[in-house]
């Protein structure tokens, strides 16, 4: 390195390494964490509970158009696990027409539901918590997910 003055001027050695080390990397900061833990993102309370945020309204898709659902769930055990079920009515105990994503980790908050496999119709999206093997908990999305038929070309005559 040249000074201003156009002298030649060396580090001595270690000298920058001892820097580096003393005051930190620019641009790093240290995190602190604990191995197993869900770090700042709580999902744990004295009581379970389920909350869908999105879909918030009515929703209409053409069958096969992926929908994305986000929720907050609270567990009393870190044990507890979430499934996404699809109902078409809110009445959970006269069973559901499907379960697309289940055994989640109660810290995910989002899934994508792949509507492919759903007849022409309406629907509710749903969540279930279970701690155990027993439900816990349960919630249904504030909106109605409409399916409509995907298109189908038919062709008559070579063309």
Same mark, same amino acid.
């Given at each position: ?6 002298? !030649? *001027?060396?580090?001595? #050695?270690? =000298?920058? /390494? #001892? ?6 990397? $620019?641009?790093?900061?240290?995190? %602190?964490?604990?191995?197993? &833990?869900?770090?700042?993102? @709580?999902?744990?309370?004295? %009581?379970?509970?389920? %909350?869908?945020?999105?879909?918030? @309204?009515?929703? @209409? ?9 986000? *929720?907050? =769930?609270?567990? /009393?055990? &870190?044990? #507890? /696990? ?7 009515? /809110? ?18 908050? @989002? ?7 759903? =007849? $022409? ?7 279930? %918590? !279970? ?7 349960? =919630?249904?999305? $504030? ?14 005559? $070579?063309?």
């Amino acid at each position: 390195m040249r000074l201003s003055n156009g002298r !030649k *001027w060396a580090a001595p #050695a270690g =000298a920058l /390494t #001892a820097l580096v080390f003393l005051s930190g990397c $620019p641009g790093l900061q240290n995190l %602190e964490y604990i191995a197993g &833990s869900t770090g700042s993102n @709580s999902n744990l309370g004295k %009581e379970a509970s389920l %909350e869908i945020f999105t879909p918030d @309204s009515d929703l @209409s898709i053409t069958q096969g158009t992926p929908v994305e659902v986000t *929720w907050r =769930a609270v567990g /009393t055990t &870190s044990y #507890a /696990t979430v499934d996404l079920f699809i109902d078409n009515d /809110t009445d959970i105990t006269n069973g559901v027409v499907s379960y697309p994503v289940t055994g989640m980790q109660l810290t995910q908050m @989002s899934a994508q539901v792949d509507t492919r496999q759903l =007849a $022409p119709g309406e629907y509710r999206i749903g969540l279930l %918590e !279970k701690q155990v093997g027993e439900v816990v908990a349960s =919630a249904y999305a $504030p909106g109605i997910l409409y399916v409509n038929s995907s298109p189908t070309l038919f062709f008559n005559s $070579p063309r």
